[in-house]
Every structure is written in structure tokens, then in C-alpha cells.
């Protein structure tokens, strides 16, 4: 069964504090690892895909990598508009569901001015 | 920008009736799909249409639960006897492929 830990469950930050959140996968056959951002009451707000190990994307203040095991999500001089939750999800490319995300339970990131 | 459309944003029922959301999906999209998401929580997959046909069900989604998707276009999710379990956020996603899912701003239950 496909599995994703995410790490802090919470993180406060100062404003242009940098820092990272972690997302551990277990997923037969990884075929795509997806970053999220979620405001209070809102829907998840798409932010990156990844495919394969080492492939980096940047938006922004955010920049997303991958391993084999792990996607870091990176945030260099955070505003206190990035305060969010931050969702990882995994989708497997072996089996016949390979169109469901599974999710992890997010990181609540707060930017203090 | 037409994004994804939920309606309603929230309802709050009685437990034992019966309630129905429904999606409209961006409007060139063909896939579909439908995620809970309870307090603390990541969003768990419920159900997905490729354009009309319904072609996975969650084991989460019990014989209460109900989705249609009629000529593929806007889909609706019905849930029967509702239970205060069934208290969540319902999140409709919509996609042209499986690599971008874009959601809705979701439907918040509440079953007193």
C-alpha cells in the first residue's frame, strides 16, 4: 500500500527564515510526486509535479526535489503570505489506479512578520 | 478563469437524511474525481470517472454513497442516511490527464 509521511506536522518560521519540509514515499513504481498548498477552507492549490530522482522545479520562493525515497519542498525568504498547509501525494505507475493521488497529512507552515 | 465549481460550499443536515453535492468540472476536462478530507488530514480518494463512466470506488465508499457523472459533464455525489462520520470536507478535482489535478474549493458537511 502506497504510504507518505510528511515532516514537521507544523512549522513557525520568522519571515526570511529559510527552511524545508520533508515528504517520505513508499510506492510501487513512483509515477509522479505532487506538491500542494492549501489555504484555510479552500481546495488544494496545484504547485509541482516531479517524475524522476533529481529533477528540481522552482516557483517563486519554493523550490521542489526528489530522491528515491524523499521530495523536499524548500522555501527561501518566506512572506507571511505562504503561511498554508503544504500536501505531498504520490501517484503509482504499477497496478491499474494510476490516476489516485495518495496524500499525506500536510505541514501547516506560519510565516510571523 | 473557470476553475473547478462546487456547490454548496457548506451544509449542515440531521443524521439519517439524505444530501447531494455536485461538481462542475473545468470544462474541457474528461477525468474526474472525488476526495474526502476530515480535520488534519490529507484528502483521500473517493471515486473517479473518465468521462461518464465511474471506473474505480474507494472501499471507503460505502453502499450510502452514490456518484454519477451523467454525459460526462458535471458530476454529483449523493450520500444516504447520512451518519455524523460523514462529517468532512468533500473535495471534486478535475483533469485533462493524470498528471495535473486542478480541485475545487469543496463542499464542507456537517451531521448533527
Known amino acids: 500500500e502506497d504510504q507518505v509521511t510528511q515532516s514537521p506536522e507544523a512549522l513557525r518560521l520568522q519571515e526570511g527564515e529559510s527552511s524545508s519540509l520533508n515528504c517520505s514515499y513508499t510506492?510501487?513504481?513512483?509515477?509522479?510526486l505532487f506538491w500542494y498548498r492549501q489555504d484555510p477552507g479552500k481546495g488544494p492549490e496545484f504547485l509541482f509535479t516531479?517524475?524522476?530522482a533529481g529533477e528540481e522545479k522552482e516557483k517563486e520562493r519554493l523550490k521542489a526535489t526528489l530522491t528515491k525515497k524523499e521530495s523536499f519542498l524548500h522555501i527561501t525568504a518566506p512572506k507571511p503570505e505562504d503561511s498554508a498547509t503544504y500536501l505531498c501525494?504520490?501517484?503509482?505507475?504499477?497496478?491499474?489506479?494510476?490516476?489516485?493521488?495518495?496524500f499525506g497529512k500536510g505541514t501547516l507552515l506560519t510565516v510571523n512578520p | 478563469d473557470t476553475g473547478v465549481s462546487q456547490d454548496p460550499r457548506h451544509k449542515i443536515t440531521k443524521r439519517g437524511q439524505n444530501v447531494t453535492f455536485r461538481c462542475d468540472p473545468i470544462?474541457?476536462?474528461?477525468?474526474l474525481y472525488w476526495y474526502r478530507q476530515t480535520l488534519g488530514q490529507g484528502p483521500e480518494f473517493l471515486t473517479y470517472?473518465?468521462?461518464?463512466?465511474?471506473?474505480?470506488k474507494s472501499r471507503l465508499l460505502s453502499d450510502r454513497f452514490s456518484a454519477e457523472r451523467p454525459k460526462g459533464s458535471f458530476s454529483t455525489l449523493e450520500i444516504q442516511r447520512t451518519e455524523q462520520g460523514d462529517s468532512a470536507m468533500y473535495l471534486c478535482?478535475?483533469?485533462?490527464?493524470?498528471?495535473?489535478?486542478?480541485f475545487g474549493s469543496g463542499t464542507q458537511l456537517s451531521v448533527l
Open positions: 478535482a478535475s483533469s485533462l490527464s493524470s498528471k495535473k489535478l486542478f
Open positions: 510506492v510501487s513504481g513512483l509515477r509522479g
Open positions: 516531479l517524475y524522476s
Open positions: 501525494a504520490v501517484q503509482a505507475g504499477s497496478g491499474g489506479s494510476n490516476y489516485k493521488l495518495t
Open positions: 470544462s474541457e476536462h474528461n477525468r
Open positions: 470517472f473518465q468521462n461518464e463512466a465511474q471506473l474505480e
